[in-house]
């Protein structure tokens, strides 16, 4: 299993980034190729030494890394990447991580 973490720092207009986030990102991400479970975080990013400066972490799932490299290479990968600087006032960060049950 293969994760990509997308962690979204606090935008200028939260209100904004979570209307487009939800009515236009989250369709276009949900349409990328390969994708096996797409999860939100829901309230406030905390770290246990208190707040983080993340507005929104998404996490979406894939079977292997290579997956995830084939799926940002398709055109609705291609779309949902490009779509990030029109909402993401504060920068985002994106981890690729390969997972194992233990």
Do not use: C
């Not at 055109?75 to 994106?94: L, R, W, Y």
Request: avoid cysteine; hydrophobic fraction near 50%; proline fraction near 7%.
């Amino acid at each position: 299993m293969a994760q990509l973490l997308v962690l979204y720092k606090t935008p200028a207009d939260p209100a904004a980034f979570d209307r487009h986030y939800f009515d236009r990102h989250v369709p276009l991400a949900k349409a990328i190729p390969g994708l096996r479970r797409y999860e939100v975080s829901q309230g406030p990013v905390a770290s246990p030494a208190g707040e983080t400066g993340l507005h929104l972490v998404a996490i979406l799932h894939f079977d292997s890394v290579a997956d995830i490299q084939a799926a940002f290479a398709s055109p609705e990968g291609q779309a949902a990447a490009a779509d990030v600087a029109s909402f993401a006032t504060g920068g985002a960060d994106m981890l690729i991580v390969e997972t194992r049950s233990l």
